[in-house]
């Protein structure tokens, strides 16, 4: 018998979500801001910024919602970008003459934007564990 996974928005799930929703907030003001008002100074470097802000707000609906598949894509996306635009932030200076959320892996995020995506994925595989390799149902703790 196997046991359903389980909801990847409760318990500590909460405060993942929460921390994505901080984020989402704050990289897509950001990214609007960037790209309504000063686009031309570094095209590349703010709609990357909106991009990951989108990112994070379906990440966060995902997590929130329980949409197990959706948020292993969005989150998977997420750990991507960051890797890939931290990289080329530091190699490629002239496409990102202004920072971005994923610039440097997050530097100006505390790197909280290289961090969150491995504890997201963590999170989702933890909570995606419904039963062990033999069928059995989970351990429960004692007490």
Same mark, same amino acid.
């Not at 197990?68 to 931290?86: D, F, H, I, K, P």
């Not at 990102?96 to 934007?113: C, I, K, L, M």
């Given at each position: ?15 993942? #979500?929460?921390?994505? +929703? ?37 990440? %966060?609906? @995902?997590? @929130?919602? +329980?949409?197990?598949?959706? @948020?292993?894509?969005?989150? %998977? ?41 491995? #504890? ?6 933890? %909570? ?14 004692? +007490?």
């Amino acid at each position: 018998m196997s046991a359903a996974p389980r909801s990847t928005g409760s318990g500590p799930g909460r405060l993942v #979500v929460a921390v994505y +929703g901080i984020l989402a907030l704050a990289a897509t003001a950001r990214g609007v801001f960037q790209v309504t008002t000063k686009l031309d100074e570094a095209p590349v470097a703010y709609v990357l910024s909106l991009a990951a802000g989108v990112v994070y707000l379906v990440a %966060t609906f @995902a997590l @929130a919602t +329980g949409r197990r598949t959706l @948020a292993w894509v969005t989150v %998977t996306v997420e750990l991507a970008g960051v890797l890939v635009v931290g990289l080329l932030s530091l190699v490629d200076v002239a496409d990102f003459p202004d920072e971005t959320v994923w610039s440097a892996f997050g530097r100006g995020y505390g790197f909280v934007p290289l961090v969150l995506p491995l #504890v997201g994925l963590w999170w989702l595989w933890r %909570t995606g564990r419904g039963a062990d390799a033999a069928g059995q149902a989970p351990r429960q703790p004692l +007490g």
